[in-house]
């Protein structure tokens, strides 16, 4: 993160004594347990340095699970639901009417709601041609730009 003496933090640090600071761009990575900067590193250094707290907007992203994995999760979430019926009326039989019907109805909410709303775990592929790969692609990238900053 840039320095509260950066040309970028300077100009930042303005906007934000004007209440004009734009978002820091965030993405949340399962694999690392944390959240990325993806864009607006100087706009954090910029509120920190005028001690306001800089407002984020974090970039979701939805996948969709492979039909096979969606069918598998819906059959448990049905599975759940019958095996809590059959309990239930079990428990009707031994108890008479003091157990309630419909508990497990909220609980199959739930598990439905989450099959295509819960917080998904990010995907990663390794490359094809492992690292060496990696470095041929980078040094294309790079070639012509000093990506070396001194703060």
């Known amino acids: 993160m840039p320095g509260p003496g950066d040309s970028r933090v300077k100009a930042y640090r303005k906007q934000v004594r004007k209440g004009m600071l734009p978002p ?3 993405w949340r990575v399962s694999g690392l347990d944390c959240h990325l900067i993806l864009d607006g590193h100087a706009r ?3 509120a920190i340095a ?3 707290e800089p407002s984020l907007l974090q970039l979701q992203l939805h996948r969709m699970v492979p039909h096979d994995g969606l069918a598998a999760r819906i059959d448990d979430a049905v599975g759940f639901y019958e095996d ?11 108890h008479g009417p003091t157990v309630p019907d419909g508990t497990a109805g909220p609980r199959l909410a739930r598990l ?8 998904q775990p990010t ?7 492992g ?4 470095r041929r692609i980078a040094g294309e990238v790079t070639v012509g730009r000093n ?5």
């Open 44 to 46: 954090p250094a910029a």
């Open 123 to 129: 995907w990663a592929w390794p490359l094809p041609g």
């Open 147 to 151: 990506w070396v900053h001194a703060y």
């Open 112 to 119: 439905l709601r989450d099959l295509n709303t819960a917080e």
């Open 24 to 26: 820091v761009l965030l």
């Open 50 to 52: 005028e001690s306001v």
């Open 84 to 94: 809590e019926l059959e309990r239930f009326a079990e428990l009707r039989a031994i």
């Open 131 to 134: 690292e060496d790969q990696w």
